[in-house]
Every structure is written in structure tokens, then in C-alpha cells.
């Protein structure tokens, strides 16, 4: 094994704006309270057994290993949209699924399409039944430079 699995996780999502792509997408994270931590960017699986908590602040500068959607966009007046789902499988033995999106336009269908894609993952190319999806999104109206950013973060 290469090391202790993640035994719980949580959804946060936020928006933020600046003068530069880099500080809007930081701006975002801050927006989802995880601004001042270092990010570990996941592929899609959630370990088996993982249950939900309630989000809550991570230690400074801390190694946060998540997975997320993001979108960044300095066309003013554009909205834009981040989400991801997680796909929690009925059988607590085997690993769920997280889907990311992000587009240009609401939140809703950007959600629903991170939505359908853990189903799809899960009951179509696994086969495996799945107890419930959770989900979460950000949207924002650009000014000047804006992002949106949705993650699901493992934590132990």
C-alpha cells in the first residue's frame, strides 16, 4: 500500500474575481476557504467506505489532495460554471467516482452534466450500483477576470 486511504470527504465550491487569471482563480479558493492550503490534484476515484463530512478548515499550508473543475474567463459579462459529483457505489467494498465540469453558462446544467457522468461511470463502465450522488457548483457573472472552482476533497 502507499499509504493510509482517505476515510472521509467534503464538497466546497467558491468564485472570485481579480486582475489577473491567476488571482482570480486564487480569489476562488479562497471563496472555498482552501486558499491558503497547497492543492494535490486527484484523479476521479473516492476509496471505498469514504463517508461525507462536514466541511471544515484545513490547517494552513497543508497538502490537500482533491479533485476539482475550475473555469477562468476575462470576457466581461460571460458567466461561467464549475462543478463536480461524487458517486457514493450502495456497496461500501467498492470505490466511488468523481466527475468534474466546467462551461460556460448556469450552474444547473453544468452540475446535471457532472451528475450524469458519474452515473455513467459507475453503472454503465463499472457496473456498479450506486447509493447517491452529492454535488456541488459555483457560478459567477464576469467583471473583470473571473473563476469559479467546485472540489470534492479526501481528507482522513
Known sequence: MFGTLPKHFFLVSGSGESSTELNAFDAALLGAGIGDTNLIRLSSILPPGAREIEPFELPKGSLVPLAYGERVCAKPGTMISAAVAVGIPEDDSEAGLIME???????GPCEEAARLMVKEGMEVIRGRRIREIKSISAS????????VFAAVILCP
Do not use: K, M
Open 101 to 107: 465540469c466546467s462551461r460556460i453558462g448556469e450552474p
Open 140 to 147: 459567477l457573472t464576469v467583471q473583470r477576470v473571473g473563476a
